[in-house]
């Protein structure tokens, strides 16, 4: 069974349009996070749930918009794509807020034409 | 503001050496420090952590050390193989924000040549 699993695996698509990344985890964890992976295999957090209380917002154009309709779940929505928005995205979850082991999911590769 | 140094950023051993990875992390409150793997193309794998309180932790041919007072902690691989060949990732707990927030180092390319 997939603990973490995100859809789609591939996104292409072309500059300025709108386009949303699913996440859901069946691990019963608190926390759910996204990360981005650039070109140079760096590994930055974006934002982070807790039982759909949103508690992490790093510094993202506001382009970017999470959504979590349940705890299972953490949706990433991104208006008007840039070229440099083109990466790799993780979706994460850990047990609970605090307690930092945190599982990733196979990522969603995002190229931007 | 926080940040974890890694170094080397590559790092070429023959199969059965040893391979030794550091770190340094500047937030002093920092207590959690895990290391994960990745291999191409696939996520990031948890592959061992170690907390503030403990000074060395080890899982078969894996083991971490920590030290707090110099705010660095290592990965060390033991009798390496082919299939150690990864990208391996530190991280380190942001403690001042008490988030959960992992800040991650830049990654080592560990490749084990048979």
């Known amino acids: 069974d997939t603990a973490v699993s995100q859809t789609p695996k591939y996104l292409v698509t072309q500059m300025g349009n709108d386009k949303s990344i699913k996440c859901e985890q069946n691990?019963?964890?608190?926390?759910m996070y996204w990360y981005k992976q650039d070109s140079k295999k760096f590994l930055k957090i974006m934002f982070s749930?807790?039982?759909?209380?949103?508690?992490i917002n790093e510094t993202v154009p506001n382009r970017f918009s999470p959504k979590s309709p349940d705890k299972a779940h953490l949706n990433l929505h991104i208006n008007s794509l840039e070229l440099g928005d083109s990466a790799v995205y993780f979706c994460?979850?850990?047990?609970?807020?605090?307690?930092?082991?945190?599982?990733f999911g196979p990522g969603t590769r995002l190229t931007v034409t | 503001g926080e940040n974890v140094e890694q170094h080397p950023s590559t790092l070429s051993v023959q199969e059965g050496d040893s391979a030794v990875i550091k770190c340094t992390y500047s937030?002093?409150?920092?207590?959690?420090f895990p290391w994960y793997k990745q291999e191409l193309g696939k996520r990031p794998q948890l592959i061992i952590d170690?907390?503030?309180?403990?000074g060395e932790k080890k899982d078969q041919r894996i083991a971490v050390t920590l030290n707090k007072t110099a705010k660095h902690f290592s990965l060390h691989i033991t009798e390496t193989q082919p299939e150690d060949s990864a990208v391996y990732f530190c991280?380190?707990?942001?403690?001042?924000?008490?988030?959960?927030?992992?800040?991650f180092g830049q990654g080592t390319t560990l490749q084990v040549k048979p």
């Open positions: 170690i907390r503030s309180n403990v």
């Open positions: 691990l019963g964890h608190d926390t």
């Open positions: 749930y807790n039982n759909k209380e949103l508690i």
């Open positions: 991280a380190a707990s942001s403690g001042s924000s008490n988030t959960g927030k992992l800040i």
């Open positions: 994460a979850s850990s047990p609970r807020l605090r307690q930092n082991e945190q599982y």
């Open positions: 937030d002093s409150a920092s207590n959690y």
